[in-house]
C-alpha cells in the first residue's frame, strides 16, 4: 500500500524551530511534487511549501517565506520541513501530499494522489 506518514508534530514556543518529517512507504518521491498543507482551526486546508522533483524548485506560501524551508533526503523516500520563527497564527494539522509520478501541478489540492494523515503543530507560549 502507498503511504505517507507524517511526524514530529508538537507543541513549540513562538520564535521556536520545528522540524516536520514525511516518510514515504512502497513509493518514491523522485518525478513528483511534494508538498506541505495544514489546516488551521475553522479554516479550509492551505498550502505551505512545495519542491518538484523534476529540478528541485520551491514555492512557499507568503505567510511563510523566508521561515520555512521544504526539503528531500537524497534517498527520495522522506520530505521534511523545517519550520523556523512559527507563530500561533501557524498552528494547525500539517499534511504532506505527492502528485503522481510525472505530474507536476504546482501541488494543488486537487493535484494530489496521495495524501498522509497529518501532525499536528501548536504555536504557543
Known amino acids: 500500500q502507498l503511504q505517507l506518514v507524517e511526524s514530529g508534530g508538537a507543541l513549540v514556543q513562538p520564535g521556536g524551530s520545528l522540524k516536520l518529517s514525511c516518510a514515504a512507504s512502497r513509493l518514491s518521491l523522485n518525478y513528483r511534487d511534494v508538498g506541505w498543507f495544514r489546516q488551521g482551526p475553522g479554516k479550509e486546508r492551505e498550502g505551505v511549501a512545495c519542491i518538484s522533483m523534476a529540478g528541485g524548485i520551491t514555492n512557499y506560501t507568503n505567510s511563510v517565506e523566508g521561515r520555512f524551508t521544504i526539503s528531500v533526503d537524497n534517498a527520495k523516500t522522506t520530505a521534511y520541513l523545517q519550520m523556523n520563527s512559527p507563530t500561533p497564527e501557524d498552528t494547525g494539522l500539517y499534511y504532506c501530499?505527492?502528485?503522481?509520478?510525472?505530474?507536476?501541478?504546482?501541488?494543488?489540492?486537487?493535484?494530489?494522489?496521495?495524501w498522509g494523515q497529518g501532525t499536528q503543530v501548536t504555536v504557543s507560549s
Open positions: 501530499g505527492v502528485t503522481a509520478t510525472y505530474t507536476h501541478t504546482g501541488c494543488k489540492r486537487d493535484g494530489i494522489q496521495i
